[in-house]
C-alpha cells in the first residue's frame, strides 16, 4: 500500500474532478501525440510497399500522401461536427448506438478497443526502434526496453490524466518541435537545391506497379491517420466550453499533422531515401538533413519521446471507453468506477497488461503489427461518419442539410478507405481483427446476458418474502480444546440453535486425550469423531457437512470456525492453511453459513 | 482436482501403509543411486584438480582414490551400526539430538537438508551433461531439460514410495549395470595390453604440486561417497526385518559404488585420458572403450538415468527429514503429515522448487556446484558417528567396546576429511554452505519458538473461562435490496443483537432509490449511509466498523455479508470482488465475528 502510494500519490476527492480538466496546451500535447507520431512510420510503410515495384514507382509517393491528406482534411471538418452533438465522448459505440442499435455499436466499440490496444504496441515498439536506430547495440534488449515503457506510462497514468499531462506536454511538444525542425531546415535546403541526397541503390521490381499495389500502398499510408478520433472521443477531460476547446485543439493537431507528414514524404522522395531493415526512413532522412552530430541525436530521442507518448492517448482513451461499456453492461462492473485517484484504473492495467503480451508476442517489431492497425480505426470512423448521417436524416435542426452533407462525404471517404484496407491487407493480418471484432462482440454480449440473469435471480418478486430455512444446525470444527475453540463454542451457545462439535480422528492418541479434555470445557455439546481413512482432515468435515445437509433438507447449516491469527502476516506460513480452505470449500455448498470466530495472537 | 488424480492416483488408506514397503531389490535402486551415481564425477573432479599441477601429476589419483576407498570402507561398517542402533531413521539429526542435544542436532539437520538439495541440483545436472555430451546440440537447452527431469521426478515421487521405486529400479540397474560392462570390458582390455589409449595432450602445470593440492583432490574426490548415508536414514522404508534388510543392502552399495569408482579412476589413469571442457571423463572413457557406436549411446543413457534418478533418492530423504523436524516443531506443521498416498506431498514439492532454482541459477553446471556439495555430508556423517560415539560411552551394551572402536574409527576419520573439504573448499564456494547452516539453525529456533508462543497463548488455564464481551452488534452492508440482501437481514433477525444495515453513497441517485425500497423490506432494521468521498466503498465501511470498535470497547461487532456467488467459478471475474476484500480486511480486526450469508446463482 504505501508503495501505492508512493507510485501514484494520495486518493482524490470526488469533488477534485473538475480540477483534473485539462487546458487547450495540455491536450494537445495528450490527444494528438497519437495522431502526429504516425508521421514516423506511415511515409516507411508507403515506400516499404512502393519499392516493390522498383525504385521508379517510389514517386508514386506524392499523389499517395495527397490523398491521405484529403482523409485528414475530410475527417476533421466531420469530426469537429461531432465534438459538438457527441460532448460527453466515447466516439464510434455511443454514436452507433444512438443511431443503428446495439450490434454495431458493439462492433465499433471491439474495433476502438483493438485500436487503442494496437496504438500502444505499436507506438511504443517504433518508439524504441527509433533508439535503436540511433544505439544499434541496444537492439537486442528492445523487448524489455518496450515493456518498461508501457510500465512506466501505466504508473505515470494511475496518478491521474491532468498530472500525466502535465508530466507529457514537455517531451511531447519536444518531439513535434524537433520533426518541424527538420522538415523546415529539410524544405529551406530543398529550395534552394543545397540538399545532400543519398545515391540510391537502384532496386529491381518484384511486383508489377498494378492498381491492387497503390491501393496497398495507400492502405499503409493510412496509419498516418490513425489517433485522428481520440480528440472527439475525450471532449469530457477538457476545460469548460470543453466543445469548442475540444474543436480547436482538433485543427491545431490536423495541421501540424499534416504539414508534418506531407513535409517528411516530400523530402523523403527527394531525398531519394529508401526503407532499409536496419534503420528507419526519418532517422535517415534526419542523418541527411542534420548530419550525424548532435542535432541528429536530438531529432531521434524526440522521435522516441513522441512515439512512445502516443500510447498515452490510449491511456486516457480506452479506459474510459471501457467505463462506458461497463456502465451499459457489456464489460465487468469494475471497469465502471474511478480508482482513488479519478482515473479508471482498472481499464489502466488491462491495457498495459494486454499491449505488454503483444510486444512480447510481436518481439517488439513495429512492421509486424503494422498490418493489424488501422483496420480497427477506419471501421470505427465510418460507423462514425454513418451514424451522423443518420442522425441528421432522422433528427434535422438547423442546418441539417450542410451537416448531412460533411458527415455523408466523411462517411463514403472512410468507408472506401475501410474496404480498401480490408481487401489490401486482408491475408498480411486484417483477418485477425475481424476474428477478434467478432470473439469481443461475443463476449460483450455474453456479459451483458450474465448481468441481465443475476439481476433477475436476485430480484425480490412484489410482496414475496422468500423464506429462511427453519432450523438451524450449527457445526463447529475443532482440532483441540484451547482458548480459540472455548472462544467459539460460547460464541455459537449465545445464539438459538443445537450446536455440536466435530473432530477429525487423524491420531487415536490425540483424540483421545481431546475427548477427555472435552468433557471439562464443552459445556454439554455433543462432540462427533469423524474418522479420517485418507488423512485430509479437509475432506472429511466436508463430507459429513455434505451428509448433514442431504440428510435435513429444510435445515440451515452454520459452521463456526475458531480462526486463529497469527500477529504478523509471514507468519501465516507456519500455521496449517485449513481455515483458509475450509472457508472456500464450504462457500460453494448451499445452506451453508459460515461464521468465523478469530483468536488473535499477540506475539 | 482431475488433473493431480490422473497425476498422483486415488489416495491411499493409511492402513496401507505397510504394503508400501520396499524389497531389498527396489531399496537398492531407490537409496544406492545417489551413492553409485557419484562415480560419474568424482573421477573428472579428481582429475580436475591434479592436472593442474601438469600431466605427471595424474598418478595421484591412485593412491587418492584408495584413501576414498578406505573411506567408503570405514562408513560402510560404522553405519551398519547405526542401521541396527536407529530402525526408525533420520541419521544425523536423530543421533545427535539424543546425544548432543538440540544445537548440534539443528546443524546436523541443516547440513542435510542442504546436502539433498544439493544432491537432486548436482546429479540432474550431471545427468543432463551425460546426456549432453553424447548429443551436443541439446547443449543450449541443458536447463529447461534439468527442469523437466526434475518436475517429471516430483510427480512420479507424488505416486508414493513403492510407485516410483517399481518405476526407477529398471533404469537403475541398467545404467549400473553398463557401468560395469564397462569397467570389466575395459579392465580385460588393459590386462591383455590390447586396450587403446588417448595421446594425452601434454598438460604444463599451472601451480606446485603441494600437500594443499593433493588434500584439494581428495576433498574433490569425497564427492565419492555422497549419498552413502541415504539406506541408514530409510530403515523404515525397508520390508521387515528393517534393520537387517537395511544392512544388507548397505553392504550390496558400498561394493557396487567402490569397484566402480575403483574401476573408473584406474581405466581413465590408464588411457591417459584428461578432463575437457566439452565432453566428462567418463563419456571419453566409454568412447575409448566401446567406439562411439550403440554400445557408447547405450552407455550414456545408461549414466544419464542412473544420475536423474539419483536425485529420486533425495525425494524420498528430504521429506522424511523435514517431517521428523516439522514433528519436533523445527519445520511448518504442514511439512508433519502424510499426502493423500502416503508420501509427505508438501516436503516433495518443497525440495522440487529449491532445486529448479539452484538449476537456474547455476546455469545447470555441475562444475558450480560441486564445491558446494560434500561439505553437508561430511558434517552429517562427524556428527552421527561421533554422536554414536557418545552413545557407546554413555549406555555402553553388549560388545561395546568393538562397537566404540567402529564409530571412533569412522569420527575421526569422516572428521579429518570434514576438515580437509572444508579447509580446502571454503574461498571455492563451501562458505555458501556455512553461512546457509547459520540461517537454516536460526529459522528452526524461530520456528519452534514461534509454536512454543502459539501454545501458551491459545493454552487454558486451569479453571479459568475467558469472558466474552458481553453486547453484540450485527453489521449488515448492503449495496442494494434484493434476495440476497434479504435473506442476510433475515438470518441476523433470527439471532440476538442489535442489527443495523449500513450502506455507502456512491452514487446519490441510487442510495435515494434503495433508501425507498429499504422501507418496504427492511423489517424496520436502522439503515445507515455513509459518505464516501474517496469512491472507495472497502475502506469506507472499515472505517465504520474502526469507529464502532473504539466506541464501544466491550462488544463485539458481527458482520454478516450477504454475499451472491456465480454458478461458475468463471464468472467470478464479473463480479466486484468486493466480499472476498472486505472479509479479508475484517479478517484482522479484534472483536469482529465474520458471517457469510450466501446466495448461489443457478446460471
Redesign the interface.
Known amino acids: 500500500m504505501l508503495l501505492k502510494r508512493w507510485l501514484v500519490g494520495d ?5 477534485q474532478a473538475a480540477h483534473q480538466r485539462l487546458s487547450k496546451t495540455i491536450a494537445l500535447a495528450i490527444f494528438s501525440s497519437n495522431a502526429i507520431s504516425s508521421v514516423a512510420y506511415a511515409t516507411e510503410e508507403i515506400l516499404l510497399v512502393l519499392i516493390l515495384a522498383g525504385t521508379a514507382a517510389v514517386a508514386w509517393s506524392i499523389p499517395i500522401s495527397l490523398a491521405i491528406l484529403f482523409l485528414i482534411v475530410v475527417l476533421t471538418i466531420s469530426y469537429r461536427q461531432i465534438i459538438y452533438e457527441y460532448p460527453e465522448g466515447g466516439g464510434a459505440y455511443v454514436v452507433a448506438r444512438n443511431n443503428f442499435g446495439e450490434q454495431p455499436a458493439l462492433i465499433g466499440a471491439a474495433a476502438l478497443m483493438i485500436d487503442y490496444v494496437l496504438t500502444v504496441a505499436v507506438s511504443v515498439a517504433a518508439g524504441i526502434a527509433a533508439l535503436t536506430s540511433a544505439v544499434p547495440s541496444l537492439f537486442e534488449y528492445r523487448v524489455a526496453l518496450g515493456l518498461a515503457a508501457i510500465i512506466f506510462i501505466v504508473v505515470i497514468n494511475l496518478r491521474g490524466v491532468r498530472e500525466s499531462g502535465t508530466f507529457f506536454a514537455f517531451p511531447t511538444y519536444f518531439g513535434v518541435g524537433i520533426i518541424g525542425v527538420m522538415v523546415g531546415i529539410g524544405s529551406v535546403q530543398a529550395f534552394f537545391g543545397q540538399s545532400a541526397s543519398v545515391s540510391p541503390g537502384h532496386q529491381t521490381a518484384v511486383e508489377e506497379l498494378t492498381l491492387f499495389l497503390i491501393l496497398r500502398t495507400f492502405a499503409a499510408g493510412c496509419t498516418a491517420v490513425t489517433g485522428m478520433e481520440v480528440v472527439s472521443n475525450s471532449v469530457k477531460a477538457f476545460r469548460r466550453p470543453e466543445s469548442q476547446n475540444a474543436s480547436v485543439t482538433m485543427i491545431w493537431m490536423s495541421l501540424i499533422l499534416a504539414s508534418l507528414f506531407m513535409g517528411i514524404t516530400f523530402l523523403a522522395y527527394h531525398g531519394g531515401i529508401q526503407p532499409k531493415t536496419d534503420e528507419t526512413v526519418i532517422s535517415q532522412l534526419a542523418r541527411l538533413t542534420f548530419g550525424t552530430g548532435a542535432l541528429y541525436y536530438a531529432f531521434q530521442s524526440g522521435t522516441m519521446l513522441l512515439l512512445i507518448l502516443a500510447a498515452n492517448s490510449a491511456f486516457a482513451a480506452f479506459p474510459q471507453l471501457a467505463s462506458i461499456l461497463a456502465r451499459d453492461g457489456y464489460m ?3 471497469m465502471a ?4 485517484r479519478l482515473v479508471f484504473s482498472n481499464g489502466i492495467i488491462v491495457l498495459g497488461i494486454i499491449a505488454c503480451f503483444l510486444l512480447i508476442v510481436f518481439h517488439g517489431d513495429t512492421h509486424a503489427l503494422i498490418p493489424l492497425y488501422a483496420i480497427g480505426v477506419f471501421i470505427s470512423f465510418t460507423l462514425s461518419q454513418s451514424g451522423m448521417v443518420r442522425q441528421w436524416l432522422s433528427k434535422k435542426g438547423p442546418h441539417w442539410r450542410a451537416k448531412l452533407i460533411v458527415n455523408g462525404a466523411g462517411a463514403v471517404t472512410t468507408g472506401i478507405a475501410t474496404i480498401i484496407i480490408a481487401t489490401t491487407k486482408f491475408t498480411h493480418g486484417a483477418w485477425i481483427v475481424f476474428v477478434l471484432i467478432f470473439i469481443l462482440v461475443l463476449m460483450f454480449r455474453s ?1 451483458r446476458s ?2 441481465k ?2 439481476t433477475e ?4 418478486t412484489r410482496d414475496h ?2 423464506p ?1 430455512p427453519r432450523r ?1 444446525i450449527v457445526v463447529i470444527p475443532i482440532n483441540g ?4 475453540v ?2 467459539a463454542v ?2 455459537a451457545r ?3 440453535g443445537e450446536i455440536q462439535a466435530v473432530m477429525v480422528d ?1 491420531d487415536t492418541e490425540s483424540t483421545a486425550r481431546i475427548q477427555i479434555q472435552w468433557a471439562q ?1 464443552g459445556c454439554g455439546v455433543r462432540l462427533s469423531v469423524l474418522p479420517c ?4 482432515v479437509l475432506s472429511s468435515f466436508l463430507d459429513y457437512v455434505e451428509e448433514l445437509l442431504k440428510k435435513e433438507p429444510d435445515t ?1 447449516v ?1 459452521v463456526v470456525i475458531p ?4 500477529a504478523h502476516w509471514w ?1 501465516g ?5 485449513r481455515a483458509l480452505l475450509l ?1 472456500t470449500a464450504l ?2 455448498k ?1 445452506r ?12
Open positions: 486518493p482524490l476527492k470526488s469533488t465487468p462492473r469494475q468506477t474511478f480508482g482513488d456479459i450474465h448481468y440473469a443475476v435471480q436476485i430480484a425480490l418474502r422468500p429462511l438451524n480444546v484451547n482458548q480459540a472455548i472462544r460460547d460464541y449465545s445464539r438459538p487423524v470445557w481413512p485418507y488423512r485430509s440451515w452454520t480462526e486463529v491469527l497469527p507468519q506460513i507456519l500455521h496449517n492453511q472457508k462457500l460453494f448451499e451453508v453459513i459460515l461464521t468465523d470466530v478469530p483468536f488473535h495472537l499477540k506475539r
